[in-house]
């Protein structure tokens, strides 16, 4: 059975972590993003794992490899043209229509139990099976409906936290897919798996299948999200501070809750507290840097922000994200 992983995206809010690699090539306390997921795989005895591509392909290429030191095979598969989440996946007919295979979105670090899953795809018979969570906190993920076991509609935006009742299920972005699939995956165009796969595949009478499963599950696809849940992964560690290669951090500096990429250094008074800092951001004598996210300014000079990225400035050699807005 082969897998894959879903890695094309541009990473549009996570922007300036995103302006010199793609989202799944982020570093994550020091592991490429999307070499969670290969690991992920791999523990579930996944050898062949593919690999879609889109923008800044080479970034993803340099994160992974061949994917040995994560466990697995890896082949990619590149998109000239975005072609969304179904229709990565009709780019890799070739590769994927022969047998059962699953499929998991690059952005996510999990520990949902995918051996399970494949249990209730086969018991059910199902054309698709969705992995799903209850959304307690009803963050906005879109709702699942689901009845005796299966999927019957997707919904919209849960509504807010302080309402009362069962908390909506949520789409993990994991899911396992029969090869007949196919049959409902437009060729050679842009297409997204809920709205032009599976609502028409409901419509005609399909079984797909939901799997509710417990467990870890992070998706970091802001970044607000990219800095709290590496927070939470270092609290699971004991730790509230991450370091990569060949940090300088003065002894009379503070740092606290804190993901520093490579080569940061931060110097004699500086502050630093929820914050990440890019590769090779210096940290000046005496500045305080708060709820915010770093980068170098001459990697981001010239460039025009995405349209989902939030506001930031320069300030000195550095480029600065607040949080807080």
Do not use: C
Not at 107 to 134: F, G, M, S, W
Not at 237 to 261: F, M, Q
Not at 298 to 319: E, W
């Amino acid at each position: 059975m082969k897998a894959i992983i879903l890695a094309a995206g541009y990473g549009e809010r996570l922007w300036p972590l995103t302006s010199d690699r793609t989202k799944p090539a982020l570093p994550v306390l020091g592991t490429p993003l999307a070499g969670y997921v290969a690991e992920y795989l791999a523990q579930y005895g996944f050898e062949d794992v593919i690999v879609n591509l889109h923008h800044r392909p080479e970034s993803v290429r340099r994160a992974l490899g061949d994917g040995s030191q994560f466990g697995v095979r890896l082949q990619y598969v590149h998109e000239p043209v975005i072609l969304g989440t179904s229709g990565a996946l009709d780019n890799a007919r070739e590769l994927l229509e022969g047998d059962t295979f699953v499929v998991v979105n690059g952005k996510l670090i999990t520990d949902l139990d995918l051996k399970a899953a494949l249990q209730t795809h086969r018991e059910r018979k199902a054309l698709a099976t969705l992995v799903l969570l209850p959304n307690p906190k009803r963050e906005r993920f879109s709702i699942v409906e689901t009845r005796d076991g299966l999927v019957r509609k997707f919904g919209g935006m849960p509504a807010p936290s302080s309402a009362e009742g069962e908390p909506p299920l949520m789409f993990t972005g994991i899911h396992i897919l029969e090869p007949r699939i196919f049959e409902y995956i437009p060729h050679g165009v842009f297409s997204d798996s809920v709205s032009d796969v599976y609502v028409p595949a409901l419509a005609k009478g399909e079984r797909i299948a939901a799997h509710v499963a417990a467990g870890m599950w992070y998706e970091l696809s802001t970044l607000r999200r990219y800095l709290e849940i590496s927070l939470a992964l270092l609290r699971r560690r004991g730790d509230d501070v991450y370091a990569g290669r060949n940090p300088s951090i003065d002894k009379d500096a503070g740092v606290h809750e804190a993901v520093l990429w490579d080569d940061v250094t931060v110097e004699r008074g500086a502050q630093v507290r929820r914050a990440v800092l890019g590769d090779g951001v210096r940290v000046p004598a005496g500045a305080r840097v708060e709820d915010a996210v770093v980068v170098r300014a001459k990697i981001v000079s010239g460039l025009t922000p995405p349209p989902k990225a939030l506001k930031g400035h320069v300030q000195g050699d550095n480029f600065v994200v607040s949080l807080s807005q």
